[in-house]
T-cell receptor
Framework: NAGVTQTPKFRILKIGQSMTLQCTQD?????MYWYRQDPGMGLKLIYY???????DKGEVPNGYNVSRSTTEDFPLRLELAAPSQTSVYFC????????????????FGPGTRLLVL | KQEVTQIPAALSVPEGENLVLNCSFT??????LQWFRQDPGKGLTSLLL?????REQTSGRLNASLDKSSGRSTLYIAASQPGDSATYLC?????????????FGKGTKLSVIP
């Protein structure tokens, strides 16, 4: 299994440009998540999905959009990039979220480093 | 709102020493607590997950404890090695604003000196 893969690894955007961060998992996980990590800070949840066709906002959703058309893919869309969106973005997945006798450990991708100038 | 604090922010120890990393959280109504390891330029790797009903979990040289009532967790690393050098993040899963949220601390950066 490749686990959770993210593309691109690094990107520079100009203010106002748009882009999509790709995330794919091959573990057949129901739950997928997008986080951002600013320097010296913990991770903050942007959006999450509990299954194909279902998404919900996290703590910091403004300026982002997501979709979940398949179990495997969970792309994150930035429509009008702003300098405040300069960060490292992590995608994660898990089989479940709250224990029902199942493993809910989140597996993380390697991250996408985004710089908005 | 759940807040997670990790102390110290950075720690440097000589190889072979035992050490303890601390994590505290403000809302004790959590489902679980996880300790992650993050290497520079890499994603996070889950080390240990403690359910709210459990007191501790062990994996090799790592032992994590949870005292939910006091809002505290510790990660104990025995016989530290240079390969343990990384940032260690604590995260709690709780129900907030009608959904489950995983809230992270800012991490403790550990350096093990050979």
């Amino acid at each position: 299994n490749a686990g959770v893969t993210q593309t691109p690894k690094f990107r520079i955007l100009k203010i106002g440009q748009s882009m999509t961060l790709q995330c794919t998992q091959d573990m057949n996980h129901n739950y997928m998540y997008w986080y951002r990590q600013d320097p010296g800070m913990g991770l903050k949840l942007i959006y999450y999905s509990v299954g194909a066709g279902i998404t919900d906002k996290g703590e910091v959703p403004n300026g982002y959009n997501v979709s979940r058309s398949t179990t495997e893919d969970f792309p994150l869309r930035l429509e009008l990039a702003a300098p405040s969106q300069t960060s490292v973005y992590f995608c994660a997945s898990s089989y479940s979220m709250v224990s029902r006798g199942l493993q809910e450990t989140q597996y993380f991708g390697p991250g996408t480093r985004l710089l908005v100038l | 709102k759940q807040e997670v604090t990790q102390i110290p922010a950075a720690l440097s120890v000589p190889e072979g020493e035992n050490l303890v990393l601390n994590c505290s959280f403000t809302d004790s109504a959590i489902y679980n607590l996880q300790w992650f390891r993050q290497d520079p330029g890499k994603g996070l790797t889950s080390l240990l997950l403690i359910q709210s009903s459990q007191r501790e979990q062990t994996s090799g040289r790592l032992n994590a404890s949870l005292d939910k009532s006091s809002g505290r967790s510790t990660l104990y690393i025995a016989a530290s090695q240079p390969g343990d050098s990384a940032t260690y993040l604590c995260a709690v899963l709780y129900s907030g604003a009608g959904s489950y949220q995983l809230t992270f601390g800012k991490g403790t950066k550990l350096s093990v000196i050979p």
